[in-house]
């Protein structure tokens, strides 16, 4: 048998490769990558979540282990404080590892909170219409003129303060907005041709939202997930920073900041490392939400 293809033989892999073509996510992955700056972010944000979920593992230093040589001490390479320690001697470098590893967790967990509340509520709100769509809508008009401060002291006054909360606060928050972008996509795609076809081939409401409806909306919503987890990460960072995070000796980015700042003219580096871990983070996750968007969206091709 020959290893050799001959002319007629790659005449038909061409022939049959320009038949297949490329779906839709074909082309989008294709665009993305052609993004150098979601790119370089997406590699990035992977060698920061590595860092944050290995680095505690393999580093020689405990996130609470207290050493009073080290209190306010500067950045140095001796015993392997690089990041100095802070105001009460715990090696910085690997509180802002698990730092990182608890924001990031926050925005992720909240997220999905909010990606399944939010495509669940906005898709039958949407997909129904009529006097359930407004019912359902005015609910969601009405959690929005809460404060959200107000809603997370609420619950952590109820069910007293606890990193799970925090994902159940943010994200009980954060799905409000994503009902509304679901909804709005869902009353442009209820009136295609193949919502009639489902409809006429029997198939009932809830069938046609979950195996129609929502594939459709795949698009904007991994979009608005990638511009979401930054805004929730945020919304963790202010929450700690006014006191209302996660417990010590725990920690997250925005505690790290908040003691950063009251000690930045005595300690500046207590701020500085927190604060440009969290900015480059911001900046990776909004690089790749944009270039999500403009790989995804046909008007950008």
Request: hydrophobic share 55%; with cysteine.
């Amino acid at each position: 048998m020959s290893l050799i293809s001959t002319p007629n033989e790659n005449a038909k892999l061409m022939e049959k490769s320009a038949i297949a073509g490329r779906s839709l996510w074909d082309d989008a992955l294709v665009r993305l990558l052609r993004n150098k700056a979601a790119v370089v972010s997406m590699y990035v944000l992977g060698f920061l979540v590595l860092l944050a979920i290995f680095g505690p593992l393999v580093w020689p230093h405990k996130y609470d282990t207290v050493d009073y040589d080290l209190v306010m001490a500067p950045p140095t390479f001796k015993n392997w404080h690089i990041f100095g320690g802070d105001q009460q001697g715990r090696d910085l470098f690997v509180r802002l590892l698990y730092g990182l590893r608890i924001s990031l967790a926050v925005g992720i967990v909240a997220t999905m909170v909010s990606l399944t509340i939010g495509v669940a509520w906005g898709s039958i709100a949407g997909f129904i219409g009529g006097k359930v769509d407004a019912i359902m809508m005015r609910i969601v008009d009405i959690l929005y003129a809460l404060p959200f401060i107000f809603f997370v002291i609420i619950l952590m006054v109820v069910f007293g303060r606890n990193i799970i909360l925090i994902f159940v606060a943010i994200g009980a928050v954060e799905w409000l907005t994503m009902a509304r972008i679901v909804r709005g996509q869902t009353l442009s795609l209820r009136k295609k041709e193949y919502i009639e076809a489902a409809h006429a081939a029997g198939l009932g409401t809830l069938d046609i939202i979950k195996r129609h409806i929502i594939p459709n909306l795949l698009g904007p919503v991994i979009v608005y997930v990638t511009l979401t987890i930054p805004a929730v990460i945020l919304a963790e960072s202010f929450l700690s920073f006014l006191g209302l995070g996660v417990n010590e000796p725990m920690t997250s980015l925005g505690n790290l900041i908040s003691i950063g700042a009251k000690e930045m003219e005595i300690a500046p580096w207590l701020l500085i490392f927190p604060a440009v871990t969290m900015m480059i983070t911001l900046f990776c996750l909004n690089f790749i939400g944009d270039g999500l968007r403009d790989a995804i969206d046909p008007k950008d091709r």
